[in-house]
């Protein structure tokens, strides 16, 4: 039977997380755009992060989003398959969105595809997107909250390529994406690259791997490597805080990969901005909860 209580307190939990992610940056971010401006020499660039951080702490100080692009609101879950509250989840995230965009309040971002129409509450076909997996055993539900924004997403890209390109191929796409549209999303850039052996594979893994913590590497070594080297040479392109010239470019290259045919070569990307709103909660069917991305934050 149904608990009306609890599907209100997971409906509360949930608007309330989602207000903060669009408020608040995870502590990795944070702390890596300190690491950042700490580490800039010029003068403009020390004026950049600074005003950033100002706008961070008059976000939290006014209870106000971190920049005025809501974004897309995205869900990854991954859901227990013992967890009491499975069937009615979907609808849950709907109404958290709707709630948090009034709490919030979040800007309006939800366009219907044909009608071009603003639903006014971030909800519409297939938003927010939610993407599932199911765990076996378990009875909670780890949450990630993503806020896609417009000029993050503008650098979103993938291709397959001739296997004949190789990593060489992999590279340069990366390469010439981030120089024509890198400028575009806001840097410090957190950048997702997906490798598989068909677009829409690389394409999820490429979002998955924004969702990475900063500091973490791909478990195979060599994958490892060509994320070292990609964050390197990208930082060489100078595109500085905003895209106003600076040592850095990027927070981090995070890489993503599954087995690919062998006449593939696929690749895409995903970009995360300075202002990189995601979170993870953990949930279990009791609505006892945890948050794992931001230290100090009680719903
Ligand atoms: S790219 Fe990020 S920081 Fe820039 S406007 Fe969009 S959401 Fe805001």
Redesign the pocket.
């Known amino acids: 039977m149904i608990n009306n209580e609890q599907i209100q307190a997971l409906t509360d939990i949930l608007s309330k997380f989602t207000s903060v992610i669009g408020k608040r940056l995870p502590d990795d971010v944070t702390d890596k755009l300190k690491e950042l401006r700490d580490k800039e020499e010029n003068y403009l660039s020390k004026v950049v992060y600074n005003s950033m951080f100002e706008n961070l702490e008059q976000a939290i100080k006014l209870d106000r989003p971190a920049?005025?692009?809501t974004?897309v609101i995205n869900y990854f879950l991954k859901a227990g398959s013992n967890f009491p509250y499975l069937a009615q989840l979907k609808d849950v995230l709907v109404e958290a969105v709707k709630i948090a965009t009034i709490d919030s309040p979040l800007r309006h971002n939800a366009v219907q595809i044909f009608d071009e129409v603003n639903t006014g509450n971030n909800t519409g076909e297939r938003a927010p997107f939610i993407h599932w997996e199911i765990v076996d055993d378990s009875d909670g539900i780890e949450v990630e909250v993503y806020m896609a924004?417009?000029?993050?997403s503008l650098p979103g890209r993938a291709i397959t390529l001739m296997p004949s390109a190789g990593y060489e191929g992999v590279v340069k796409y990366v390469f010439d994406t981030m120089v024509d549209w890198g400028i575009n999303?806001?840097p410090p850039l957190l950048v997702g690259v997906g490798i598989a052996g068909s677009v829409e594979n690389a394409a999820l893994l490429s979002k998955k791997a924004i969702l990475r913590p900063i500091g973490t590497s791909h478990p195979n070594p060599k994958g490892a490597e060509v994320e070292r080297v990609l964050e390197k040479g990208l930082n060489e392109l100078g595109l500085g805080p905003q895209g106003l010239s600076g040592n850095f470019s990027v927070m981090g290259v995070h890489i993503e990969s599954a087995a690919r045919h062998p006449s593939t070569i696929s690749v895409a990307i995903n970009v995360g901005?300075?202002?990189h709103r995601r979170g993870t909660i953990r949930i279990k069917g009791d609505m006892s909860y945890e948050i794992i991305s931001h230290k100090g934050i009680t719903l």
């Open positions: 920049c005025q692009d974004g924004g417009g000029g993050c999303a806001c901005c300075w202002a």
